[in-house]
Nanobody, 124 residues
Framework: VQLQASGGGLVQPGGSLRVSCAAS????????VAWFRQAPGKEREFVAA????????LYTDSVKGRFTISRDRAKNTVYLQMNSLKPEDTAIYFC??????????????????WGQGTEVTVSS
């Protein structure tokens, strides 16, 4: 499956942004989908994921209550709605797909398919 991330940009602190991840070459059917991010000089870190086919989600603590992962099956697209953005959310956001082992969803090594990333900058 090929992934294309989009929707990044510059937003002021407290603002909102939605980034998208579109699949091509295949659908997301049968795959879990996640968002990771990588800030300058830092390791790529887990942000959010669908962890079960029923739609159960998982978030890293720093984004709980502010970010929401969702999907549109008809459009074969997964979204990350980001509200109340903070400067520390500045990063390149990557979507990933795969079938990670149970409990290993936060590890980037568990996800074999990656999009190219979309840059989000939170600054006044």
């Amino acid at each position: 499956v090929q992934l294309q991330a989009s929707g990044g940009g510059l937003v002021q602190p407290g603002g909102s942004l939605r980034v998208s991840c579109a699949a091509s070459g295949s659908t997301f059917s049968g795959y879990k989908v996640a968002w990771f991010r990588q800030a300058p000089g830092k390791e790529r870190e887990f942000v959010a994921a669908f962890i079960y086919n029923g739609g159960d989600t998982l978030y890293t603590d720093s984004v709980k209550g502010r970010f929401t992962i969702s999907r549109d099956r008809a459009k074969n697209t997964v979204y990350l709605q980001m509200n109340s953005l903070k400067p520390e959310d500045t990063a390149i956001y990557f979507c990933a797909a795969g079938r990670p082992p149970f409990g290993l969803w936060r590890q980037k090594e568990s996800w074999p398919y990656w999009g190219q990333g979309t840059e989000v900058t939170v600054s006044s």
